[in-house]
């Protein structure tokens, strides 16, 4: 009786990885991106920042604990990684107000309603930012000019790279200018420099896998590329659409999540290939020069569906034909 055989389930080998290390692992590769933000938009970039995070932390802690009735669990850095996206997505000189009900709609209704942490469907910071787009597109689309360049502080309307690419591209900034980070946007699109050493410290710490980024800037570069050979104008240019928009950070930090995308290595690549396909056809022929949000919102539905399709068949399973 002293060598009792105890049988539970999987996983019987920890691996070390836990949800709050590596939500914490996203936030320090986020940080290089923070600080170009801080230096172009100076203290705007903070308040949008500390907002977003304070908004989303405060609803997940109050819908958990006075709605749920369940223990609330803000520490593990969901909610604050949520609200660190929102703010990427969004310019700098939104309303309080709205930014607010953005984070709302991100926590309460994206993320809880459907279970919390590893139920959601979509990404919460990508549907926060489509709700507030698609709900008050005029603050959503007025850009501050950066600090660095404007000469003064106050906001200005100012066509980010993408709107220029589409409608006036004479006044479109340098390829190294779009790579560094001092166009406008929100402060998620500012470098993609940055934003490419938190994908090396990301890849580094296994935190994620090159398959969903790598599968989405390819498809881009190639999609662009091809209409690039046939009609060499600046809307097509692979580097233009690579360096410009939230392309970068949706790639790297959004398409990436856990919860919302495919499980198999296969699938990550036909799930990222997607999102470049979408993008690009969006951003060419669609309403909004942005696609990526969009592409990603629309391939997280799809998820389930790819990890039906490419999860392998268990050993002795029977495969009916016919």
């Not at 819908?63 to 604050?80: H, M, N, T, Y």
């Amino acid at each position: 009786m002293e060598n009792k055989l105890i049988v539970s389930p999987s996983p019987h080998v920890h691996s070390g990885d836990t949800i709050q290390k590596n939500m914490y692992a996203v936030l320090i590769a986020l940080i290089p991106a923070f600080l170009v933000a801080l230096y172009v938009f100076r203290l705007d970039a903070l308040i949008i920042t500390a907002l977003a995070v304070l908004f989303c932390v405060g609803f997940e802690y109050l819908i958990v604990r006075f709605i749920l009735k369940k223990e609330p669990s803000i520490l593990d850095g969901s909610a604050i990684i949520t609200g660190v996206l929102l703010a990427f997505n969004v310019p700098t000189g939104l309303p309080v107000w709205i930014l607010a009900l953005g984070s709302l709609f991100a926590i309460g209704v994206v993320k809880l309603t459907f279970g919390g942490l590893g139920n959601n469907i979509f990404n919460p910071a990508i549907a926060g930012r489509i709700f507030l787009l698609i709900s008050f597109p005029a603050q959503m689309t007025t850009w501050a000019a950066p600090e660095t360049t404007a000469a003064t502080t106050d906001a200005v309307s100012s066509a980010t790279v993408l709107g220029a690419l589409k409608f006036a591209p004479e006044t479109m900034p340098s390829l190294m200018e779009m790579f560094l980070g001092t166009e406008p946007g929100s402060l998620g699109e500012m470098s993609v420099a940055a934003l490419l050493l938190g994908l090396i410290y990301l890849l580094w710490k296994r935190v994620i896998t090159w398959h969903i980024p790598v599968s989405i800037l390819a498809t881009v570069a190639l999609f662009t590329g091809l209409l690039y050979l046939f009609n060499p104008v600046p809307l097509y240019h692979p580097l233009i659409h690579l360096f410009s928009g939230g392309l970068m950070l949706g790639a790297i930090f959004m398409a990436t999540d856990y919860v919302t995308s495919p499980l198999t290595k296969r699938g990550m690549l036909i799930y990222g290939s997607a999102i470049g396909f979408i993008t690009v056809a969006i951003r060419l022929w669609g309403a909004y020069p942005e696609g990526v949000s969009f592409a990603i919102l629309l391939m997280n539905a799809f998820t389930p569906l790819i990890n039906n399709y490419t999860t392998p068949k268990r050993f002795g399973e029977v495969v009916k034909h016919g």
